[in-house]
């Protein structure tokens, strides 16, 4: 097994912290920046769960264990291929690293400041039946592969790169207290504990490099795409959500409508559906209102939750008198899945 400094060594490659010798993050600071772009899905005060599966990250035993490198990782470069975006502004986000160091400072306040040391654990433990305990305890929630289903991926390579082997098997022994997350310290035997472990390290794989976007928002086409095509006929479940094979059909069809990305740009350069213009939920809508047709033009926001950011947007669209609005129903990550059109932007 990798020892932490190694660990620590890719973590240090892909972080975006502030310039030494910067002023001390102030929570306060935090918390608004917090509220304005984690909270959505994160809940308020980091109780989690407002949006599927998102974690809670006041919790005592996460917070006890979490570095703060991890969590620095975690929001600047986010957990590709999953709804945690990247919000550092080196990778396209609107996070500076001062205000990244800012809400680590809000979410340590949170907890109670105890902090226990367990990144120095070594783990030897046997990755093939360490494999076949993941399928039998783990896969109903984390999925067979630890890609996540009803709890979180486990195989994002920013997650394992930062994660050390004592943080991920305390996380197992321990649990998340008040979470679904049970605690496998008095079922599990030690060589147990430590076969999970190396099963899910073994799921490593190298992070991508960072590479810094461009600082401009990325080029878009305009509001309405197909503006001389048809208009199409969703049926929308419970007044709100209209199927991916429905707009994809309507796509397809080259009808006259509106795609909104409302996730933060740096999801939207990495790829969107094409003829999307960005809409982040995290911004003021004033302006794009302003633009967008009153003609009864279908508009369709999306995101990758797959509910939460679209219907912040959705929700801002029809206080403002925009009827025919809809959220995308299963989200970018099922659109992609199916093989619809995706584009990505330099």
């Known amino acids: 097994m990798r020892r932490l400094w190694a660990l620590w060594g890719v973590a240090a490659a892909v972080a975006c912290g502030g310039p030494p010798g910067a002023a001390s993050p102030s929570a306060d600071t935090g918390r608004g920046l917090y509220d304005r772009y984690c909270a959505l899905c994160h809940g308020a005060r980091g109780i989690g769960y407002s ?35 990247a919000f550092g502004a080196v990778n396209g986000g609107p996070l500076s690293g001062a205000e990244v160091d800012a809400i680590i400072a809000y ?58 082997d004592g943080f991920i098997r305390y996380a197992i022994e321990h649990g998340r207290p008040g979470t679904p997350m049970p605690a496998f310290g008095q079922s599990l035997t030690a060589r147990q504990l430590d076969d999970l472990t190396a099963a899910i390290r073994r799921w490593a794989r190298p992070v991508e490099p960072v590479t810094a976007a461009p600082a401009s928002r990325p080029s878009q086409g305009p509001l309405v795409i197909h503006p001389q095509g048809p208009r199409p006929k969703f049926s929308l479940r419970d007044g709100r959500y209209v199927a991916a094979a429905d707009v994809a059909q309507a796509l397809k069809a080259r009808a006259r ?27 003021d809508l004033a302006q794009l209102a302003a633009a967008l047709p009153r003609d009864g033009t279908w508009i369709v926001a999306y995101c990758a939750c797959p509910h939460a950011a679209s219907g912040k947007v959705v929700d801002a669209l029809r206080a403002r008198g925009f009827t025919h609005t809809a959220v995308l129903d299963e989200g970018i990550q099922v659109w992609r899945e199916r093989g619809y059109p995706v584009r990505s932007s330099p």
């Open 51 to 85: 949006a599927d599966h998102a974690t809670q990250l006041k919790n005592r035993t996460f917070l006890a264990t979490a570095t703060d490198e991890l969590l620095r990782v975690a929001i600047e470069r986010g957990r590709p291929g999953t709804p945690m975006s």
């Open 107 to 164: 979410l340590r306040s949170l907890g109670d400041g105890a902090a226990i040391d367990v990144h120095w654990t070594r783990v030897d433990g046997d990755a093939d039946r360490g494999l076949s305990l993941f399928r039998e305890r783990c896969a109903g929630c984390h999925g067979a592969r630890g890609q996540g289903k009803t709890a979180v991926s486990l195989v994002s390579p920013t997650f394992l790169a930062t994660a050390s």
């Open 257 to 283: 409508m509106v795609l909104l990305d409302a996730r933060p740009l740096s999801d939207f350069r990495a790829g969107h559906i094409p003829g999307a213009t960005p809409a982040p939920f995290h911004d």
